[in-house]
């Protein structure tokens, strides 16, 4: 069973719980990270959340999310996350927004409450995606990315729409 790493106000461990005990409608602060794929063309990769996923089933994100394992090197979960959950062999790796923290409460009920620093990557090839975790998957153009969010945020995860203009403020996408 995965555990994630508890965050204190100011980012500080202060210990671990199962995963499956995190995500509830009074979701302590913890650790996660998310993670932006890109293809040599430019295009950034975006995941439709499985429909059996326990928040914000069936919306579209960022490429992958996950919560590094206690002591466990965030850019080892990044790869390892990538890996698992689409098959894929990133490069280039980077944090980019190291600071990024958001609360969203899904329609459900159930809150994320996370300090998520926020990565870039590039892949050569496509995803084999985990249907556990991806229902669908798909390479868009990072300025038609931005608008459909901004249009329609409620199709999106809630952390995607809040990165995408923090991202495009530095440069990054």
């Known amino acids: 069973m995965d555990h994630v790493t508890l965050l204190a106000e100011d980012g500080t461990a202060i210990g671990t719980r199962p995963k499956s005990e995190v995500h509830t409608r ?4 913890h650790l ?7 293809d040599s063309r430019g295009r950034v990769l975006v995941t439709r959340r499985a429909l059996g996923k326990r928040t914000w089933p069936g919306v579209w994100t960022n490429s992958f999310c996950g919560h590094p394992r206690p002591d466990e090197q965030m850019t080892a979960a990044v790869h390892r996350h990538g890996l698992g959950e689409l098959g894929l062999h990133i490069t280039d790796l980077r944090v980019v927004l190291p600071d990024y923290r958001y609360r969203a409460v899904d329609a459900s009920g159930i809150v994320e409450n996370e300090i998520c ?10 995803p084999l995606a985990d249907p556990d975790e991806v229902a669908e998957w798909t390479w868009v153009e990072v300025d038609d990315l931005i608008d459909a969010a901004a249009r329609t945020p409620f199709a999106f995860s809630p952390w995607m729409v809040e990165q995408l203009p923090l991202l495009r403020a530095i440069g990054e996408i």
Request: net charge negative; proline share 10%; with cysteine.
């Open 26 to 29: 009074d979701t302590p602060l």
């Open 32 to 38: 996660a990270f998310s993670c932006y794929v890109f």
């Open 117 to 126: 620093p926020v990565h870039v990557a590039v892949v050569d090839g496509d």
